[in-house]
């Protein structure tokens, strides 16, 4: 249960780096988005632990998106922000953008801006994976993902259930919001949150608050001999619909499940 977000002042956020006052909105259901499955293999080989964000270009992966291409749909960069690594609890992988707040003035968001999520299956990659990409508009927001026991609410610290699930992989991101200035999500596309994936099972917002957009990804099945799964992120800048879209794209990989 997450209560409405207040107005961010524009003299509020010139006056501090980012203090925002505020409640999540509660988060009505975006319009449904079918799940993809791709063969498509980035070229970027797999490390063993996880890589310092860099500037070096990368193939990008898959985008996941149910729309029609258009002309104009184009990549403008693309690089991997954390290798196949395992973000197990208290070892959280952290990948920072500096960020200029307010990033545009009013009426634009204030922050880098939550407007749609993407999922697929991706079984003939090496190794293979599933991919949640969360789609941003006004630049890359700082994020952080961390293997956690339980997924609790933000705004009320209560726990949300994840059934079906071996494990929660929690993704935060920081200096992100998820709702208009009106305190309605701003979330317009999504898959249903039981994507029923091989590696991805489920996914749930788990809030939009004080600057903090925090979703849960349930990984796996709940099987005792699961071993440790790892993750990897991908960062793509594209132009999609003739929207300038900041895409991070977290793959699972789905090895133990195949």
């Not at 184009?74 to 690089?79: D, E, G, H, I, P």
């Not at 290798?83 to 545009?104: E, K, L, R, Y």
């Not at 508009?137 to 079906?164: K, N, Q, R, W």
Request: charged share 15%; proline share 14%; net charge negative.
């Amino acid at each position: 249960m997450f209560c409405s977000q207040r107005k961010l002042g524009l003299p509020v956020v010139l006056a501090v780096s980012m203090v925002l006052v505020g409640c999540a909105p509660s988060f009505p259901s975006p319009t449904p988005a079918p799940t993809s499955t791709s063969a498509s293999t980035p070229t970027a080989s797999p490390t063993a632990s996880p890589s310092a964000p860099g500037t070096d270009s990368a193939t990008p992966p898959p985008d996941d998106a149910t729309a029609t291409p258009q002309p104009g749909d184009r990549v403008l960069s693309a690089r991997i922000s954390y290798g196949w690594a395992w973000p197990g609890p208290g070892q959280p992988a952290t990948i920072g953008h500096d960020i200029a707040v307010p990033i545009a003035p009013p009426p634009s968001p204030p922050l880098p801006s939550l407007t749609s999520i993407g999922a697929g299956a991706h079984p003939l990659a090496s190794p293979p994976y599933d991919q949640l990409s969360f789609r941003f508009e006004g630049g890359f927001p700082g994020y952080e993902l961390e293997y956690v026991p339980v997924l609790t609410g933000d705004a009320s610290g209560l726990t949300i259930p994840m059934d079906g699930t071996d494990s929660i992989l929690r993704v935060v991101f920081r200096l992100a919001q998820a709702h208009t200035e009106d305190g309605i999500s701003s979330v317009l596309e999504a898959p249903r949150e039981a994507v029923g994936l091989a590696a991805i099972t489920r996914y749930a917002p788990a809030g939009d608050f004080e600057g903090t957009v925090t979703y849960g990804i349930g990984v796996g099945h709940p099987v005792p001999s699961t071993v440790n799964t790892a993750v990897r992120v991908y960062e793509v800048e594209r132009i999609e619909q003739g929207r300038h879209l900041y895409v991070v794209a977290v793959q699972v990989d789905a090895s133990p499940w195949r």
